[in-house]
């Protein structure tokens, strides 16, 4: 007996070891690379130094300083306006090259725009967008590396889809493990760094998809609508946006400490809410009516101006496949220019034009 449970279970860890190699062979282009990304105390991760590699099938590079950038010093030269865009996926590129990722895109606009208008001053955006950060993450960064590049002006690029996951508390109960024992640590990263837990995720998804799609329609037969399976379909994901939810109160808290900081280096900060482009039309009937008046409220509470680009994307509403990549959530390069050109009106209009004719920025 004891013998058929060992047999079992060794042909069990030889599958599961054979379908993880298969998906690291098969899977790279799909699956995030666990290598790409560092522990780091203050912000839970960081990207690694000098790496180099294809991600989501894009070349990355990233630079002495873990930033998916050129290499560019902490000290910002004389006659230089640098903008810090701090961000996740949709800040980082995700699947772009980067010249089409949204930060260096707004820089030559930006560029060309100031050369245009006589402005001598060099534009500098660095890319400090990190793939699955969340806004307490992006606080941390701020706080421990963005003010080392001396910024004029902070640029908080927030995805409502999920931003308020709270990821810096994950790391913490990491680190609280980590001071328990090392081993312990060790077993609870273990199955976060395989591919096949990244791969089984996904078919956990597609499966609620797919079941909430049948609840749908066997609900239709009989003349009735099932929300919940319409919400497992839609992968609704506004549950998080109400008083007293960990993840809405620490995104509430993250903007509150990222205004203390602002206000402590003297420098503004404008808070770029991204939109949802898989379903423009359903982000603006049924989603954006739910969050905006919580996000709005938040910003002005910790009195942090901000900028929606729901109504920016309005005109893609049912032309989706124009600014997105594969219908997926992330922009193509045209959704990127489209932000870019949007963000650079902003950030001309408050800051940058007042600033060349002497006037204070708003």
């Known amino acids: 007996m004891i013998r058929n449970i060992g047999l079992a279970l060794l042909s069990l860890i030889a599958t599961l070891a054979v379908c993880e190699g298969l998906l690291r062979v098969f899977g790279s282009g799909v699956l995030p690379k666990p290598d790409l990304y560092v522990d780091d105390a203050d912000v839970g991760k960081r990207m690694r130094p000098g790496w180099s590699g294809d991600e989501f099938e894009a070349p990355v590079t990233i630079n002495s300083k873990g930033l998916r950038n050129p290499e560019i010093p902490y000290d910002k030269p004389a006659n230089t306006y640098r903008i810090l865009a701090l961000g996740d996926s949709w800040t980082f590129g995700f699947r772009m090259n980067e010249p089409d990722a949204y930060p260096r895109q707004l820089e030559k606009i930006l560029q060309t725009d ?151 280096n003297g420098v503004p900060v404008l808070v770029v809410i991204l939109p949802d482009t898989q379903d423009l039309v359903r982000y603006h009937e049924r989603y954006h009516p739910k969050i905006e008046p919580l996000l709005a409220a938040a910003a002005s509470e910790a009195g942090l101006p901000l900028f929606d680009l729901e109504a920016t994307f309005q005109p893609w509403q049912g032309k989706e496949d124009e600014v997105c990549y594969k219908r997926q959530r992330h922009p193509n390069a045209m959704g990127y220019g489209v932000i870019a050109k949007a963000v650079a009106e902003q950030v001309e209009s408050r800051y940058l034009a007042p600033m060349a004719s002497g006037s204070p920025p708003l």
């Not at 709270?166 to 760094?193: D, G, I, M, S, V």
């Not at 929300?227 to 008083?243: F, I, N, P, Q």
């Open 114 to 264: 100031a050369t245009a208008r006589g402005d001598t001053r060099k534009i500098e955006v660095i890319n400090a967008g990190v793939v699955g950060y969340s806004t307490d993450q992006e606080a941390a960064y701020l706080a421990v590396e963005g003010w080392k590049y001396q910024p004029d002006l902070v640029l908080l690029n927030f995805y409502p889809v999920n931003d308020t996951h709270n990821k810096l508390y994950k790391y913490k109960k990491r680190a609280a493990l980590n001071e328990l024992h090392p081993w312990l640590l060790a077993l609870y990263e273990f199955p976060q760094k395989l591919y096949l837990r990244q791969f089984i995720k996904g078919a956990r998804r597609t499966l609620k998809q797919k079941i909430g799609s049948l609840r749908v329609k066997a609900a239709a037969k009989v003349g009735v609508e099932d929300k919940g399976g319409r919400a497992l379909v839609e992968g609704d994901w506004t549950g998080d946006y109400r008083a007293g939810a960990r993840g809405w109160e620490a995104v509430r808290t993250a903007f509150a400490d990222i205004t203390k900081q602002a206000k402590a």
